[in-house]
């Protein structure tokens, strides 16, 4: 599937569990494209954000791909809002290992892979999207790459 001239692959989540408080949701991958793929994992795991982070944009909620067997080492991106309902954007970084670390001591990242989510049926299930090796620098981009992707419902 591609949005403009950028082919993506999408993966379709289904709810598993939710804790009590509803600030995590835990889900299971039903149905990808692709029969094997790196970023794409069995699991993952939306968290509701308690607004300690330091990033510029607002964040609802957080996407921790499960590809390590303790969640806070998992593969991690705040999903920023959208123009669009139930739809948020976010990016699977990449580390950049340089001598110099960051203000927390670890290393930098950038953004290597572009993700779309859209949450459905009051989010018990999750269309994941992931353009990889692209992500739109400029916002002007990013809100018209949105606007023109097409989205799963």
């Known amino acids: 599937m591609k949005t403009a001239n950028i082919k993506f692959t999408r993966a379709i989540y289904n709810l598993k569990s939710i804790n009590k408080d509803e600030t995590v949701r835990d889900y299971t991958l039903l149905k990808t494209d692709l029969e094997q793929n790196e970023i794409f994992t069995d699991i993952i795991r939306i968290e509701k954000d308690n607004g300690f982070h ?3 944009r607002k964040f609802e909620h957080y996407l921790y791909l499960r590809n390590c067997t303790n969640w806070k080492r998992c593969s991690k991106t705040g999903l920023a809002f959208t123009q669009k309902n139930n739809v948020f954007e976010g990016n699977i970084s990449r ?3 340089l001598q110099t670390k960051n203000k927390k001591g ?3 990242e950038t953004p290597q892979h572009f993700v779309i989510v859209q949450f459905l049926e009051n ?3 999750i269309v ?3 353009f990889e090796n692209f992500y739109p620098q400029s ?3 990013l809100n018209k790459f949105i606007a023109e992707h097409k989205l799963y419902r």
């Open 54 to 56: 330091d990033r510029s």
């Open 95 to 97: 580390v950049v290992e």
């Open 106 to 108: 670890k290393d930098f």
């Open 123 to 125: 989010k018990n299930i």
């Open 128 to 130: 994941l999207d992931v």
């Open 139 to 141: 916002k002007e981009l």
